[in-house]
């Protein structure tokens, strides 16, 4: 069965510095999503993503935040000047539609700043 | 944000009996519900949805109920194995919020010998 792809599985990195999260969405699928779990909360979703456009963002979604499609199968978040508080589980999901079908997780990306 | 509840952090079944976790929301826009399973270290794995033009929504071992008018949806799985010790999570969308999802804080399951 065709799967969310995430590397890597886990990024230690030092407060201030940059990191890039990639996912391989499932092949057919059109619409992409990055999610985060905080230790301890809930899985809170950060932005979808459509025909190389952001379609909704979240208020944790700041400037600091960016997402790419830089080719036909990779889809990847970035973190400019990360913080301690970023430090969570990054989950990436795809659906073939947005409206009333499901979304696909990967295994997700856990991130640790020092 | 506590638009999506789950008032059971867990729950304990016998293997083969039945078990039903709950799942209570606030946003009367939600049009579409998912449960999802989750294994530790792996991302949450879809299980079953509804669209709030169903009531019930059955799929093998797994069916879900929705109640619109309590907000409210379970989940049942019937009879219950090993392998289905997990947390479960219950999300909702909006059709005009380009798919995200709102989740639950999950209900833990532990199935017994």
């Known amino acids: 069965e065709p799967e969310v792809t995430q590397t890597p599985s886990h990024q230690v990195t030092q407060m201030g510095q940059e990191v890039i999260l990639r996912c391989v969405p499932i092949?057919?699928?059109?619409?992409f999503y990055w999610y985060r779990q905080i230790l301890g909360q809930k899985v809170e979703f950060l932005v979808s993503f459509y025909n190389n456009e952001i379609s909704e963002k979240s208020e944790i979604f700041d400037d600091q935040f960016s997402v790419e499609r830089p080719d036909g199968s990779n889809f990847t978040l970035k973190i400019r000047s990360t913080k301690l508080e970023d430090s969570a589980m990054y989950f990436c999901?795809?659906?073939?539609?947005?409206?009333?079908?499901?979304?696909?997780f990967g295994d997700g990306t856990r991130l640790s700043i020092l | 944000d506590q638009q999506v509840k789950q008032n059971s952090p867990s729950l304990s079944v016998q293997e083969g009996r039945i078990s039903i976790l709950n799942c209570d929301y606030t946003?009367?826009?939600?049009?579409?519900f998912l449960w999802y399973k989750k294994y530790p270290a792996e991302g949450p794995t879809f299980l079953i949805s509804i669209s709030s033009i169903k009531d019930k929504n059955e799929d093998g071992r797994f069916t879900v109920f929705l109640n619109k008018s309590a907000k409210h949806l379970s989940l049942h799985i019937v009879p219950s194995q090993p392998g289905d010790s997990a947390v479960y999570f219950c999300?909702?969308?909006?059709?005009?919020?380009?798919?995200?999802?709102?989740f639950g804080a999950g209900t833990q399951v532990v199935v017994t010998p």
């Open positions: 946003n009367s826009m939600f049009d579409y």
């Open positions: 999901a795809s659906s073939v539609d947005s409206r009333n079908q499901p979304q696909h």
């Open positions: 092949s057919n699928h059109l619409y």
């Open positions: 999300a909702a969308s909006r059709t005009d919020s380009w798919g995200k999802l709102q």
